[in-house]
Nanobody, 115 residues
Framework: QLQLVESGGGLVQAGGSLRLSCTASISIFSLGPLTWYRQAPGKQRELVASITSDSRLIYVDSVKGRFTVSRDYVKNMLYLQMDSLKPEDTGTYYC?????????WGKGTLVTVSS
């Protein structure tokens, strides 16, 4: 069974950077798209960035040019490099992976961007 564990969240000032990591319990070669979602207080969860099995990169418009999604097949990890952070990037960031048609989620890591 796939388990996903996020790390790297924290408190940062606007304009700063953070790198989120997501560790998978199985080889990510066996997974479909790997995706970062976020949920701000009082708002619905939204897709932030995704990397498909054929290496296509997908970003929500609000983070294009600031965030970069990547993966490491050796370490079985997914990353999200977040630069030029804004207060509106605040939220809990979740890692999502698909295995045999089932969605798996991590428990999330909190990112707080102060103005």
């Amino acid at each position: 069974q796939l388990q996903l564990v996020e790390s790297g969240g924290g408190l940062v000032q606007a304009g700063g950077s953070l790198r989120l990591s997501c560790t998978a319990s199985i080889s990510i070669f066996s997974l479909g798209p790997l995706t970062w979602y976020r949920q701000a207080p009082g708002k619905q969860r939204e897709l932030v960035a995704s990397i498909t099995s054929d290496s296509r990169l997908i970003y929500v418009d609000s983070v294009k040019g600031r965030f970069t999604v990547s993966r490491d097949y050796v370490k079985n990890m997914l990353y999200l490099q977040m630069d030029s952070l804004k207060p509106e990037d605040t939220g809990t960031y979740y890692c999502n992976g698909q295995h045999w048609g089932t969605d798996y989620w991590g428990k999330g890591t909190l990112v707080t961007v102060s103005s």
